[in-house]
T-cell receptor, first 115, second 115 residues
Framework: DSGVTQTPKHLITATGQRVTLRCSPR?????VYWYQQSLDQGLQFLIQ???????AKGNILERFSAQQFPDLHSELNLSSLELGDSALYFC??????????????FGEGSWLTVV | DAKTTQPNSMESNEEEPVHLPCNHS???????IHWYRQLPSQGPEYVIH???SNVNNRMASLAIAEDRKSSTLILHRATLRDAAVYYC????????????????FGTGTLLAVQP
């Protein structure tokens, strides 16, 4: 158990809909990362927040957005869903925003299926 | 981000050592070498990291070439539970002011362990 909690674990929704994935980082971790993993794209970095502020952006679509709240939990919002958005979405956390030596801990993922 | 090259797959027998290679010829002087692994249906998991010197922990050893252009992850006695995708990742050194330290995953090496 990494200490990173993601909900829901599984979600099935229709095209065009909107969903919200939630992440609770490890206690004390200020930095949150979101990743998408699909069969054909591998693990793709989406976005990082540190203590409520966006710190880095990766291959995140405009239809997707995220935020980190004052209690440090984070949400990833996916809208106008398409079949290709079906993937495993991972949240990860680490103690600091920077620090190439510190460890990033991953949750077990939220499996999204768009039908 | 500097690129790493790993074999797509490797096989090992249970209870034998495994050497997983990684080439990173464009590594910069301040890049750390990180290894993560992803077991089936789980989020990535930290294994080990290092900068210049060889490193050991309870999970594995990391041997870094003198010129730092390659490294090898060593599992001393493979078990069936070590079957996973192993990722070798370069992370830029910390920058004052909190630059991002996101992980950029490649395709990794799929390790199969035979009983």
């Amino acid at each position: 158990d990494s200490g990173v909690t993601q909900t829901p674990k599984h979600l099935i929704t229709a095209t065009g809909q909107r969903v919200t994935l939630r992440c609770s980082p490890r206690s004390g971790d200020l930095s949150v990362y979101w990743y998408q993993q699909s069969l054909d794209q591998g693990l793709q970095f989406l976005i990082q927040y540190y203590n409520g502020e966006e710190r880095a952006k990766g291959n995140i679509l405009e239809r997707f957005s995220a935020q980190q709240f004052p209690d440090l939990h984070s949400e990833l919002n996916l809208s106008s869903l398409e079949l290709g958005d079906s993937a495993l979405y991972f949240c990860a956390s680490s103690e600091k925003a920077a620090g190439s030596g510190n460890t990033i801990y991953f949750g077990e993922g939220s499996w999204l299926t768009v039908v | 981000d500097a690129k790493t090259t790993q074999p797509n797959s490797m096989e090992s027998n249970e209870e034998e050592p495994v050497h997983l290679p990684c080439n990173h010829s464009t590594i910069s002087g301040t890049d750390y070498i990180h290894w993560y692994r992803q077991l089936p249906s789980q989020g990535p998991e930290y294994v080990i990291h290092g900068l210049t010197s060889n490193v050991n922990n309870r999970m594995a050893s990391l041997a870094i070439a003198e010129d730092r252009k390659s490294s090898t992850l060593i599992l001393h006695r493979a078990t069936l539970r070590d079957a996973a995708v192993y990722y070798c990742i370069l992370r830029a050194a910390e920058h004052y002011g909190g630059a991002t330290n996101k992980l950029i995953f490649g395709t990794g090496t799929l390790l199969a362990v035979q009983p």
